[in-house]
């Protein structure tokens, strides 16, 4: 297993802004991937966050609206571009571990609201 | 695109009761995972079934994987309140990502 650090929290923010969220991993990983999840729905995949190259991104997210840095194996950011209330949600950092690279640890995530 | 479905979307039980949630994808997977995630908290890792067939216990949980590898259940026997969350299957898709089933909400009354 891995133990994640995701920051902040949660956060409030005005339409028009941006948010970073950091993820910081306590061992080196090869797979970190970002998802989001809207009220009592199930986890959506934004991007595959990838050491030293540009982020993978699923389809219906662009790099423009989010952003991703990964420059070390243990670390990386989520950047969710100007904001606006359709972009409330949670989002959440994740590590893919096990033989197969896809059991998934999650950090404790980050509860966004946009006014 | 592969795709995970788990029925049912809500269930309601009563303390002591026995629970069931199912799990089916499109496409032959080569290993399936359940996660469970507590009301306000994040998903967590439960198990991962990888052989055609296979069957898992942790405690009053049981895991299947069905015999063509497209199906899986997750059985909680005398459900507690402590069982109360939303239970997710989930998949391997293409280039490592994990696919999610839509979550069964678990519902317990004392």
């Known amino acids: 297993s891995a133990v994640i650090s995701q920051k902040p929290s949660r956060d409030i923010c005005q339409r028009g802004t941006s948010l970073t969220i950091q993820c910081q991993v306590d061992?080196?990983?090869?797979?970190m991937f970002w998802y989001r999840q809207q009220p009592g729905q199930s986890l959506t995949l934004i991007a595959t966050a990838n050491q030293g190259s540009e982020a993978t991104y699923e389809s219906g997210f662009v790099i423009d609206k989010f952003p991703i840095s990964r420059p070390n194996l243990t670390f990386s950011t989520l950047t969710v571009s100007n904001m606006s209330p359709e972009d409330s949600s949670i989002y959440l950092c994740?590590?893919?571990?096990?033989?197969?690279?896809?059991?998934?640890?999650f950090g404790a995530g980050t509860r966004l609201s946009v006014l | 695109g592969q795709q995970v479905m788990q029925i049912p979307q809500y269930q309601h039980v009563q303390e002591g009761e026995d629970f069931t949630t199912y799990c089916n994808s499109s496409t032959t997977l080569s290993n399936i995972q359940w996660y469970k995630q507590r009301p306000g908290g994040h998903p967590v890792f439960l198990i991962q079934l990888v052989k055609s067939g296979e069957v898992k216990k942790q405690k009053r949980l049981t895991f299947q994987f069905g015999e063509a590898k497209k199906n899986s259940s997750l059985h909680i026997t005398a459900t507690q309140t402590t069982d109360v969350g939303t239970y997710f299957c989930?998949?391997?898709?293409?280039?490592?990502?994990?696919?999610f089933g839509a979550g069964t909400r678990l519902f317990v009354k004392a």
């Open positions: 061992s080196q990983v090869t797979m």
């Open positions: 989930a998949g391997l898709g293409g280039g490592f990502k994990t696919i």
């Open positions: 994740s590590v893919g571990l096990g033989t197969a690279k896809n059991i998934q640890y």
